[in-house]
């Protein structure tokens, strides 16, 4: 089991740009393939990005394609998710996962064993 704290998360107006980082320990983060999804109110929890354990294979949502950029640095234990033209429907609380059964990462969220708490994400118009 590998624990997972997200940060980055905030407030900023349309257009603007965030980078969420999600740190892992207990295990080194080598092991999994991670990734990232979010919540809006009222709505199921959806796939934004993953990549796999040696970082070359990335999947992202058509939403946020050509705008949203995941990465990892295992000597830090650690993912990012670099957003730039962010937009209202980007608003969410969103949650790094990881998974050590799907070497390249899934779009699915049962397929990720560990969750973080979250971090909230708010754009405005």
């Known amino acids: 089991q590998v624990q997972l704290v997200e940060s980055g998360g905030g407030s900023v107006q349309a257009g603007g740009s965030l980078r969420l980082t999600c740190l892992a320990s207990?295990?080194?983060?080598?092991?999994?393939?991670m990734g990232w999804f979010r919540q809006a109110p009222g709505k199921e929890r959806e796939f934004v990005a993953g990549?796999?354990?040696?970082?070359?294979?990335?999947l992202y949502a058509d939403s946020v394609k050509g705008r949203f950029t995941i990465s990892r640095d295992d000597v830090k234990n650690m993912v990012s998710l670099q957003m730039n033209s962010l937009k209202p429907e980007d608003t969410a609380v969103y949650y790094c996962?990881?998974?050590?059964?799907?070497?390249?990462?899934?779009?699915?969220?049962?397929?990720?064993?560990?969750w973080g708490q979250g971090t909230q994400v708010t754009v405005s118009s």
């Open positions: 996962a990881a998974t050590s059964v799907y070497y390249s990462g899934s779009y699915h969220a049962p397929h990720y064993g560990d």
């Open positions: 207990g295990r080194t983060s080598s092991g999994y393939a």
């Open positions: 990549i796999s354990r040696s970082g070359g294979s990335r």
